[in-house]
Each structure stands twice: as C-alpha cells, then as structure tokens.
Nanobody
Framework: QVQLVESGGGLVQAGGSLRLSCAASGRTFSNYAMAWFRQAPRKEREFVAAISWRGINTDYADSVKGRFTISRDDAKDMVSLQMNSLKPEDTAIYYC????????????????WGQGTQVTVSS
C-alpha cells in the first residue's frame, strides 16, 4: 500500500525554524514531482513548495520564498521542507503530496497525500 507520512511538525516561536520530512513507502516517487501544501484554520489548502523529478526545478509560494527550502532524497524516497524565519501566519497543517508529472501548484495534479503534520508558530 502506498503511503506518505509527514513528520517534524511542532510548536515554535516566531523567527524559529522547523524541518519537515515526508517519507514514501509502497512505491518510489523518484520519477515524479513532490510538493508541500498547507491548510490554516478556516482556510483553503494552499500551495507552499514543489520540487520536480530529480530536483531539477523548484517552485515556491511568494509567502514563503526566501524562507523555506524544499529538497528531496530519492535514495530514501523522502522530501523535506526546511522552514526558517517562521511567522505566526505559517501556522497550519502541512501536507506532503506526490505523483504529479510536473512541479505544479495545482493540488489536483497530485494523486497521493499524507495525513499532515501540525506546525504552530507563536508570537
């Protein structure tokens, strides 16, 4: 069974850092793009960052550009999101997504999703 499992979420103060990881099992996603989305309370799920096959290309939402870095380790079937200079508005459940042919911002392009990990940034 294919699974994506996120880890690394937690509570941090504004200005702090967290590193999220997403481990895939059941199959490899080395030939596909992977991404991170987030959903804040009472808001729609939004795009955060994506990384293409072999990590050739990356894309970031304007709100996180310069602060977050997405990376992947195909040998471990894992994608990570390094989050620096965190702000209270970054508070959300963060979801790992995989299976898109390209590093798109459209969530419907990703066929596989993790269950999410909570990130809370206090003032």
């Amino acid at each position: 069974q294919v699974q994506l499992v996120e880890s690394g979420g937690g509570l941090v103060q504004a200005g702090g850092s967290l590193r999220l990881s997403c481990a895939a099992s059941g199959r490899t996603f080395s030939n596909y793009a992977m991404a991170w989305f987030r959903q804040a309370p009472r808001k729609e799920r939004e795009f955060v960052a994506a990384i293409s096959w072999r990590g050739i290309n990356t894309d970031y939402a304007d709100s996180v550009k310069g602060r977050f870095t997405i990376s992947r380790d195909d040998a471990k079937d894992m994608v990570s999101l390094q989050m620096n200079s965190l702000k209270p508005e970054d508070t959300a459940i963060y979801y790992c997504a995989a299976g898109s042919v390209s590093a798109t911002r459209e969530r419907r392009a990703y066929g596989y999703w993790g269950q999410g990990t909570q990130v809370t940034v206090s003032s």
